[in-house]
């Protein structure tokens, strides 16, 4: 069932429903891809959610869907299947396709396609440099025009810092958010995984936190000169948060995100050599994860983003250092960041909704339920326990396989129609 | 114990165990027929995806003295060349009916995936700058029969102990046995967070040169490692090199030990590499013994559930 | 499964069936010239001792003993990890001597037909025979003791364990049938 499809008057019944002012115990019902009441009239179609929350569909700020150009890895159909089933109703793809999104017809393609399939709403980000080369600015404008707002060559940082600061200005004046990825290219070279006692030990190049840290410094001082609102894309390091946190102190617009996977491990499950922990930025610390775990509670950084990055299995058949870098985490998502932290549903959703729909400009998504509001929601039954072992993504890169996660989606719903429902 | 992929997977018990395996091949080896049927029917298949002739020609010899069967698999002439996955390769190997796989590559945690696709035991034969355990038994072997035990011996490694192999799988052995490990090398060549191996370190050869008992030196490696790491060859000689000036500080009963190829006039003297006090030959006869000793011990009780 | 030990020889009948394989041994032989003893691990080894100090005592002829591990010639390897196993040590060269094997228990003939092997490689020897404390019968191979301490029929579900003073704190042989 797509949401192109005329929705029906959905009732829901015993939920804890996420509004405003807090969580409350109600039915409710959709009508016309809106929340009508918040009580159960007439429908057509009767959904029970056994007391689980019901809340903004789930924001991904940075995944990769990679169409057109990868559809071994994912496509974009298989991608909203996945994103769907993590409860998702929004997702920012990523330009690094081939060719990459640094035009404005090739993001009108991604929206189109997205629309099509009808099961998320895929909201293209733009390439920063044409062809992600790093060496003239993309065609900004046009990208803008079509509706993009989020900018980055994700997959690498923008390294000319020149370049960016030209980027910077031209958005600041129309109003788009720079997001990098920040790997310096001197301090990564050749490094597979975090610099640290592990990789010592494996005898394996080791990738510092300062390759990433040094980055952010910079950025964060060109944001204070051009006034751009800016985004660091999966946080990885203490020392990032910190510089974050200070940036947020001095009033610049900074906001930052975070993968369930960073919150979740550290460094010492590469010492299983498995593909399936191998990403950038790498697991890094103990005391990394703590920090990132704790900056996420108390706002430091705003978002949940997966930065899921499917790659097919043959290709991370291979030894540790010859895989490619990252892993999936749309289906896994919720239930592994409402396993790893302590926090209340409002904060949950405010981090992986409420908050990623700000930042990326979609006015229809991650809002708190309430009579009108858009009927983009999920239901999310943050008790129940369930291991994970196959995916609906195209790709099975997944590091939370086999572990026990708490917290299940149940239902996703786009503009009135339902996309996902788990079985049993 | 099904594979040995590194030596951190051994504890002491397990490291005696197999060089008292060794001891035992050691007398087979010294008869006139120094050969037994242990492995008779078994096949063992060589993998070595990097170059090294010495230490596949060891486990091939060792194969052959268990009256195993070998397959050597040299990757430069084989469809892995043709763009075949390690995957598929090591399938297609194991579909012909292999009993054990020696597995050398250039990727650090090669092995232990390969191990993951296989049916059989698998034996690291070097991944990368990781591990390279059958070195390390051999290596504490050779000591073990020089100086009875290795609790308390002092032993020094000297050299790119960074991107060595050897060195890892060393210092997990020779600490498992209780001997007492000094790192000497210039700071660009020992290990980052060194603090946290239980080691003593030392940028200066000469200063500790009286106080050892073990002087183990590695190769200089122009092959792995990527950049400028040294300053230059000669100063790394006049510095870390075993010349015949150092030699004659080192107490009398002293031992020098190399993994092998030795780059003589480099790391070691020339001179010194033949002293009776270098043990390099022992290393290598002992290296057949102790890789006996390791596809014995993962074969046998190889039918069981 | 409770097994209940039965002691069916001593310490003293084991001393003495010692001493008479001791003594057919040298009948045989006309004496006990170009003999040699070899234990197959583990207590074969104290017996074929206890056999070579018994000859001493009333020939005048010093019999070597000789240590032999049969774990590399087993041909059951895939099915029993190793065992403990002991040192391989000839004190001549078995090349045209009469060796006689001495182990403590002989069942199926396997150990046995592992320790001919371990000997051909080893020399050449005259003549191969062998002593066994307990012949428990079930034979699977074609192998027979040339002098036998004592016959001992047993069923498969029994035990038979011997000690030797030399090794253990105790002397004798014992039989452990399980309960029905």
């Not at chain 2, 087979?28 to 002739?53: C, H, M, N, Q, Y």
Request: charged share 25%; proline share 6%.
């Amino acid at each position: 069932m797509t949401a192109s499809e005329t929705a029906s008057v959905i009732a829901i019944h015993n939920a804890r429903v996420l509004t405003p002012a807090g969580p409350l115990d109600t039915d409710l019902t959709l009508r016309d891809a809106k929340v009508h009441s918040l009580s159960a009239g007439k429908a057509e179609t009767h959904l029970d959610a056994g007391g689980a929350l019901v809340g903004p569909g789930f924001v991904d700020l940075h995944c990769h869907l990679r169409e057109p150009g990868f559809e071994w890895k994912e496509d974009i159909r298989s991608g909203a299947r996945a994103a769907a089933a993590g409860g998702y109703t929004a997702v920012v793809a990523m330009p690094n396709t081939s060719p990459a999104i640094d035009s404005g017809h090739l993001a009108r393609f991604v929206a189109d396609r997205g629309r099509e399939v009808g099961l998320v709403e895929v909201a293209p980000a733009g390439a920063i440099t044409m062809g992600r080369a790093g060496n003239a600015l993309a065609h900004l404008d046009e990208l803008f025009d079509v509706g993009v707002r989020l900018f980055t060559d994700d997959g690498d940082g923008v390294a000319d810092a020149g370049l960016l600061r030209h980027a910077m200005e031209y958005l600041a004046e129309r109003g788009g958010v720079i997001a990098q990825h920040a790997e310096d290219p001197g301090l990564a070279r050749g490094g597979h995984m975090h610099e640290g006692r592990v990789s010592s030990r494996l005898g394996i190049r080791g990738l510092p936190s300062l390759a990433e840290e040094v980055m952010v410094a910079r950025d964060l001082a060109l944001v204070a000169l051009t006034g751009v609102r800016y985004h660091v894309m999966h946080a990885s390091a203490q020392g990032t948060v910190d510089l974050v946190a200070n940036a947020k102190r001095s009033g610049l617009g900074v906001t930052a995100e975070v993968t369930p996977h960073h919150i979740s491990f550290d460094h010492s499950r590469v010492e299983s050599m498995e593909p399936d922990f191998k990403m950038y930025p790498p697991l890094r610390t103990e005391a990394d994860r703590a920090a990132l775990g704790r900056a996420l509670h108390d706002g430091t950084i705003d978002a949940v983003a997966t930065d899921h990055a499917p790659h097919a299995p043959y290709e991370c058949e291979v030894p540790f250092e010859e895989a490619p870098r990252g892993v999936i985490g749309l289906e896994t998502a919720a239930a592994a960041v409402n396993t790893a932290l302590e926090l209340t549903p409002m904060l949950l959703f405010e981090r992986m909704s409420v908050a990623p729909a700000l930042i990326c400009g979609l006015s229809s998504q991650g809002r708190w339920v309430e009579e009108g509001s858009p009927a983009n929601l999920v239901i999310f039954d943050p008790d129940t326990s369930w291991v994970p072992e196959s995916f609906l993504s195209k790709s099975q890169n997944s590091p939370f396989r086999g572990t026990k996660l708490r917290g299940k989606v149940l239902m996703t719903i786009l503009r009135g129609c339902l996309t996902y429902q788990a079985s049993s | 114990m099904k594979h040995l992929l590194s030596m951190a997977d051994l504890d002491r018990a397990g490291i005696e165990e197999l060089l008292d395996l060794a001891d035992h091949f050691t007398e087979v080896l010294e008869r006139d027929i120094p050969k037994v049927p242990a492995l008779r029917g078994a096949t063992v298949a060589t993998l070595f995806f990097e170059t090294s002739t010495r230490t596949r020609l060891s486990f091939e010899k060792a194969a052959k003295a268990l009256s195993a069967d070998v397959l050597n698999f040299n990757p430069s002439g084989s469809s892995l060349s043709k763009g075949e996955s390690l995957k598929d390769t090591v399938l297609t190997v194991q579909a012909m009916g292999v009993d054990v796989m020696v597995v050398r590559h250039p990727a650090v945690g090669a092995p232990a995936r390969v191990a993951s696709w296989v049916n059989c035991p698998v034996i690291n034969g070097g991944d990368g700058a990781h591990q390279h355990p059958t070195q390390a038994l051999l290596d504490a072997l050779t000591l073990r029969r020089r100086f009875g035990k290795l609790d308390g011996l002092r032993i020094a490694i000297v050299g790119d102990i960074r991107n060595s192999r050897v060195a890892r799988s060393n210092i997990d052995g020779f600490t498992a046995l209780g001997a007492l490990v000094t790192l000497v090398a210039p700071p660009t060549l020992l290990p980052l967070e060194v603090n946290s191996y239980p080691v003593a370190t030392s940028t200066d050869l000469d200063s500790i040169l009286g106080e050892v008992d073990v002087l183990y030196l590695l190769r200089v490696q122009l092959e792995r490692g990527s950049g400028p790491v040294l300053p230059s060859l000669p100063e790394y000689v006049a510095r870390f090199g075993l010349d015949r000036r150092r030699f004659g500080l080192l107490d009398k009963d002293a031992v020098v030990m190399h993994p092998g190829p030795m780059n003589r006039g480099i790391e070691i003297g020339t001179d010194v590499a033949d002293d009776p006090r270098a043990l390099i030959t022992e290393q290598v006869s002992n290296g057949v013994a102790a890789r006996m000793a390791v596809m014995f011990r993962l074969l046998s009780g190889r039918g069981q559930p | 499964m409770q097994t209940i030990p039965v002691q069916v020889m001593d310490g003293a009948d084991v001393r003495r069936a010692i001493s008479r394989i001791a003594h057919e041994i040298s009948e045989r032989h006309h004496g006990a010239e170009s003999l040699v003893l070899i234990g197959i691990h583990t207590r074969g080894v104290p017996i074929a001792e206890g056999i070579a100090r018994a000859i001493s005592e009333f020939e005048d002829v010093h019999v070597p003993v000789g240590e032999l591990d049969v774990g590399f010639y087993r041909d059951d390897l895939d099915h029993r990890p190793t065992t403990r196993l002991g040192r391989t040590l000839l004190p001549v060269d078995v090349t045209n001597e009469i060796v006689v094997l001495v182990d403590d228990v002989l069942y199926t003939g396997r150990t046995i037909r592992a320790a001919l092997d371990a000997i051909s490689d080893l020399g050449r020897p005259a003549a191969v025979e062998l002593a066994v404390l307990v012949d428990r019968g079930h034979r699977q191979l074609p192998i027979r003791a040339d002098y036998v301490g004592k016959n001992l029929p047993t069923s498969h579900q029994e035990r038979v364990t011997v000690r030797v003073e030399a090794m253990d704190q105790e002397q004798g042989v014992w039989i452990e049938r399980p309960q029905s």
